[in-house]
């Protein structure tokens, strides 16, 4: 067997999709890093019904091709329990992206995923709950919940900036902010609202250089 990446080149300008190279190679899980989640692969997975995610934080995403046995019973197993996850952060935010994923039009299990995706954001305040919280705001009846949620977020952030920039995890509640204020800047042009439109502007541009700035001297 092949791994994606050893097989990925071949992907590019073939007419075969994805899914039957995939096949072709035997691959049933293909674990992707975050700097590849923009990239045509790991779009083309995403937009594919058979490959779903199973585990999701925010360097990683795992996905398995449900028609295979090893891969159905993970994915069956990751709304029945008996799919193990490493941590309650990873396993709130998985479940959450699937359920608006698979069940977008059940009410109820919107609210679930919604409320899945607050309990990761808090487990890890960071930029993977906090895109599943922001993507909620589709649905009419969890928008003023989002809002509030992340102009909550975002006034802590201002407030306590200094402190959280003491401790451990202080990149990802600073992106996290960005969205939140990206976020908040979108409502703000719906409303007409220009003082709250340059504030929020004002301050997504101070969170982007300084996490340029946190980029080119962090040290793994």
């Not at 490493?86 to 995923?113: C, E, G, I, M």
Request: hydrophobic share 40%; proline share 4%.
């Amino acid at each position: 067997q092949k791994t994606a990446y050893e097989i990925m080149p071949s992907l590019v300008g073939s007419e075969m999709c994805i899914r039957d190279r995939l096949k072709k190679h035997n691959v049933w899980v293909v674990l992707m890093p975050a700097n590849q989640f923009d990239k045509p692969f790991v779009k083309g997975l995403e937009y594919n019904s058979n490959w779903p995610i199973v585990f999701l934080n925010n360097k990683q995403k795992l996905f398995v091709d449900v028609t295979t046995p090893a891969g159905k019973k993970l994915f069956a197993g990751m709304f029945t329990g008996k799919t193990v996850y490493p941590d309650d952060f990873s396993k709130n935010l998985t479940l959450a992206h699937n359920l608006f994923v698979y069940h977008r039009n059940d009410k109820a299990k919107r609210r679930q995923a919604f409320d899945l995706a607050i309990k990761a954001f808090h487990a890890n305040p960071s930029q993977a709950p906090m895109q599943k919280i922001i993507y909620a705001a589709r649905f009419a009846e969890l928008r003023a919940a989002v809002y509030k949620f992340c102009k909550d977020y975002f006034d802590d952030f201002v407030k306590n900036k200094r402190l959280y920039a003491k401790h451990d995890g202080y990149h990802h509640r600073l992106v996290a902010a960005l969205l939140a204020a990206s976020y908040l800047q979108t409502v703000a042009v719906k409303q007409g609202d220009t003082e709250l439109i340059k504030f929020y502007a004002d301050k997504r541009q101070e969170y982007i250089d300084e996490q340029k700035q946190l980029l080119r001297t962090k040290r793994w």
